[in-house]
């Protein structure tokens, strides 16, 4: 056991290096051991404190901008004074937990928490508040709730720090039973232990949870405030009721950005990215300033409409207010302009980024993925690894389907196997996923069912549809119906794979064998999912669905459709076609200039016909055209298509 200077020493010696460290707890105060507070006290003989007067001067160092340092200054002042014979009170070592607390200096913390132990301040409520907080922030969550069961004296301050620490530790269903616990105790909750618990609820996803707790706002009849208003639109975007986060959103008498923030967060985080930008440009007009909270949620929804012209606003707004993109931004602008078509601009800011994390070089690697840039996106995977970063599942899925698109399959079997032998990672559903995708592509369909068959793991609907898909390309009609048995087992109303199928025995003379597929479609009241494309023009995106006439300028459109066909006798045996990407390309070519690049982005795979049809159009009217559909990018220029008949 120590004595009371090796233990003083050790706590308050003024070398940062002892003073935060990071080692497993001393034998003071280990959460599997303690029993009791006169445990602690035992190793330590009696100590001299400060008074009130030198607390407040401590108060000061909160406002300083280097925590670390902060904490270091007072605890040397602390000691000082316990050299010069102060005593403390228990106005002294709040402020003093506040700073190691954010300083994350568990060793000091441990022994200034037996220093309060020695000299009795530890049944202070205020104190013991402070000492709960510093062991959840420093991840001793025994410690914490250890303090919080033994101490009969517990003010609200003493559960609403419960059950805050237990979500920001990642532990929301402790927090909740920390609440309920509270409510059957008839304590009265305030604003801050509602906000605390609705984070909780919205953590673990549960709605009805977060019902429960709305019920409990009304019922404690708490005024309703931002902070509280902020937390209910969080909770239910995350828990996926939309509605209901846009209701108390709309009724909110008064917004600060959070609001704002929370509900174009959850707006483009539940797929709704349309509503999200015309909420975003609401706020605008509401004169209330965004930032990069804001910003990265409307790059995201940029992202999936391939609303490029907004996204490079938004770029353009973080360079005026001087916000670095980097990190979690710099990931979202990757991100946007990959999926907009733009992988040059993607991979500017990718270089100019100052730190790349994993998330950073897994957005860029999908990015280039997805354009059919395979080699580019195997060099950087090696660049990953030279700069130390690991790679995780998500890396993985994303250099699977470079080698998928760019028909690797050597290259995609050796990186499989890698997930497993080398990094230690399992392997899921979506690796798998694209490995049938990468035989299938490159026509190795024996082998793709082959893989199939030796998975651990059971097959879902999309392994089998990769597997109908590349049959109807390599029209390989037995393997195709065994696909479309196991897709049917799994999703009878997955219309995609009926079409496939019917598809299939059009094109190897079984008409009859289509129809009957068509017939069982109509029967079992399966609907095909209607193809719908996007288009930005002068920042503005334009919807168009297969057969749409309901734009102002349709006539035109269609007339520029037809003049498609008319122009090239290869499209001549098509009397008419009007599928949602040539309705988007012939807009398009009617509403800009001549060599303005078209961007298009459509849900559904683009049909042969059509790729057929847009390699021609790029060439004829001297276009670089890049669509972006369910599965990659095309880049059409000069007749001729970016991923080379894979696709």
């Given at each position: ?6 233990a003083?020493a050790?706590?308050?010696?003024p ?9 497993p707890?001393?034998f ?14 035992q ?17 000061a160092?909160?406002?300083a ?34 700073l190691l607390?954010?300083a ?53 301050v ?23 616990e ?7 909750v ?11 609820c ?31 639109v969080?909770?239910y975007?995350?828990?996926?009721d ?13 917004r ?19 509503m ?72 500017e ?11 950073t ?21 090696d ?40 990094y ?17 592509r ?13 998975m651990?793991i ?6 089998w ?37 019917s598809?299939?025995y ?57 003049e ?52 021609l159009i790029s ?7 890049i ?10 220029k ?10």
């Amino acid at each position: 056991m120590h004595t009371a200077g090796e233990a003083e020493a050790m706590a308050f010696a003024p070398s940062s290096a002892s003073l935060f460290s990071a080692s497993p707890l001393p034998f003071l105060l280990r959460s599997d051991s303690i029993a009791s507070t006169d445990e602690i006290k035992q190793g330590h003989a009696p100590t001299a404190s400060l008074g009130v007067n030198h607390a407040r001067s401590l108060l000061a160092h909160l406002r300083a901008g280097n925590k670390d340092l902060a904490a270091s200054t007072s605890i040397a002042s602390y000691r000082d004074s316990l050299k010069r014979g102060t005593f403390p009170d228990n106005f002294t070592f709040p402020p003093l937990l506040k700073l190691l607390a954010d300083a994350r200096a568990l060793r000091a913390g441990v022994a200034l928490h037996a220093h309060t132990a020695k000299m009795g301040f530890d049944v202070d409520v205020y104190v013991r508040n402070c000492l709960i907080r510093l062991y959840f922030v420093c991840g001793e969550i025994g410690c914490a709730k250890k303090l919080f069961d033994g101490f009969p004296e517990r003010d609200l301050v003493s559960w609403t720090t419960m059950i805050s620490g237990f979500t920001k530790a990642g532990h929301p269903k402790d927090a909740v039973k920390v609440f309920f616990e509270m409510v059957d105790e008839n304590l009265r909750v305030d604003g801050m232990t509602i906000v605390a618990v609705l984070s909780a609820c919205a953590e673990i996803g549960d709605l009805e949870l977060g019902r429960k707790v709305r019920r409990c706002v009304d019922a404690f009849h708490l005024d309703a405030d931002v902070f509280i208003d902020n937390a209910l639109v969080d909770m239910y975007s995350k828990c996926g009721d939309i509605v209901s986060a846009r209701e108390v959103f709309d009724k909110m008498p008064l917004r600060n950005v959070v609001s704002w923030n929370s509900m174009i967060a959850g707006l483009a985080n539940n797929g709704e990215f349309e509503m999200a930008l015309v909420l975003f440009r609401q706020m605008q007009c509401d004169d209330v300033q965004p930032d990069g909270f804001t910003l990265v949620p409307v790059l995201n929804s940029c992202a999936s409409l391939g609303a490029l012209e907004l996204g490079r606003w938004v770029h353009a707004c973080l360079s005026r207010k001087g916000i670095e993109a980097d990190g979690i931004i710099g990931n979202a602008l990757v991100d946007m302009y990959a999926k907009c078509g733009m992988i040059g601009p993607a991979m500017e800011v990718f270089s100019s980024m100052s730190h790349r994390d994993v998330y950073t070089f897994t957005s860029m690697i999908v990015g280039l993925a997805m354009h059919g840039r395979g080699d580019e996106a195997l060099t950087l995977f090696d660049d990953m690894l030279r700069a130390g970063v690991r790679p995780n599942e998500v890396t993985f899925i994303g250099i699977l389907s470079a080698c998928s698109h760019a028909g690797f399959v050597e290259i995609g079997l050796r990186h499989f196997r890698s997930i497993t032998a080398t990094y230690n990672l399992t392997a899921k559903i979506e690796h798998y996923g694209c490995v049938v995708d990468m035989f299938a592509r490159a026509g190795m369909l024996d082998e793709a069912q082959e893989f199939i068959s030796s998975m651990p793991i059971e097959p879902d609907e999309f392994i089998w549809g990769s597997l109908l898909g590349a049959c109807k390309n390599y029209s390989e009609v037995d393997i195709g119906e065994t696909a479309l048995e196991r897709i049917v087992e799994l999703d009878p109303d997955e219309e995609g794979a009926y079409i496939l199928m019917s598809n299939l025995y059009a094109s190897s003379n079984r008409r009859k064998d289509g129809y009957q597929i068509r017939k069982t479609m109509r029967k079992n009241k399966v609907r095909k999912t209607p193809g719908c494309s996007l288009i930005e023009v002068d920042g503005i995106i334009h919807e168009f669905q297969k057969g749409d006439k309901s734009h102002p300028q349709a006539q035109q459109i269609y007339a520029m459709v037809d003049e498609f066909i008319h122009l090239h006798r290869t499209l001549s045996h098509e009397k008419s076609c009007h599928h949602s990407e040539r309705l988007a390309i012939a807009f398009g070519l009617i509403s800009t200039k001549p060599s303005t690049l078209l961007r298009i982005v459509k849900n559904l795979r683009v049909c042969k016909y059509c790729h057929i049809a847009i390699e021609l159009i790029s060439r004829l009217y001297n276009r670089e055209i890049i669509v972006r559909d369910r599965y990659r990018f095309h880049h059409f220029k000069n007749g001729a298509c970016s991923c080379n008949g894979f696709w």
